[in-house]
């Protein structure tokens, strides 16, 4: 188990990761961690060798502005995999390292995610890139709304990108999006925890799935997390040991965590906030509900709290 890692939302914060020296020296690039606040991203933006994506879904994607240079992580798009029977399916390693490379992403970049709600499935883009071997990537905390709320730049159209192309190369790590079959096992395994970030009410069953086709209920033997309990009313992630003590109030003393959704995508906030936490031991299904809530013998729905 690593330790809790400290984690603050003060302005003071961003600039103390700042490079202390001044004098026109460059921001150093490197991310302190998995999550950025709109200050540290501020202080870098247009430093050579940052990416800025823009990871939104659906509606948040009608918003024709984006933080100044913004790229299109399109979770809706070329960033999964239309050929699987789920929605928002990691692509392939090479499918994702073309479309890293078309988007100007090398191996030295330095990238920042967020999205247009928030922080919702700007955590997908991050998890999708650790899980093909890259870590110098964060989640601006809070999203666009953050930046827009701090009074920051931003620009008047939507994501896009036409320069050269990146170098980018997949490395998967195994073990980071499991499928079905490693969920079954975990479910039994006493040492292990399946949290699911829906709704207490999709959870239960007691609300509709949104996608048609779909049991509503949930995975005998997982546990309800939903992932806007790990925020805070502003919409950034709670500091590190809030979110230890929400991990072990549904979780106990469990450290292996799977995470599960409606489609992988809000599965990944479960997952910064479990990083943020100090747990190290960490997956996220990627076919989440929209795979398991099919009908299907083999995969069980239990009902209720």
Known sequence: MTAARTHTHTHAHARANANPSGGGTAEPLAPPG????ADWLAARLGAPGLVVFDASVGGHRAADRRIPGARPFDLDGALSDHGAAAPHTVPGPDAFAEAMRELGVDDTSTVVAYDGAGVYSSAR????????GFDRVAVLDGGLPAWVAADLPVEERAAAYGGPRGSFTARPRAGLLVDAAAVTEALADPAAAVLDARTRERFA?????PRPGLRGGHMPGA???????????AGLMRPAAELREAFEEVAGDRERLYFSCGSGVTACVLALGADLAGYDRLAVYDGSWSEWG????????????
């Open 205 to 209: 069953g007691t609300a509709p799935e």
């Open 125 to 132: 883009a991050w998890w999708m890139l650790r899980a093909m």
């Open 34 to 37: 998995p999550l950025v606040g």
């Open 223 to 233: 546990l309800s997390l939903p992932f806007g309990e790990l925020q805070d009313p």
């Open 294 to 305: 099919v009908p299907s013998p083999d995969r069980p729905v239990a009902t209720g709290a």
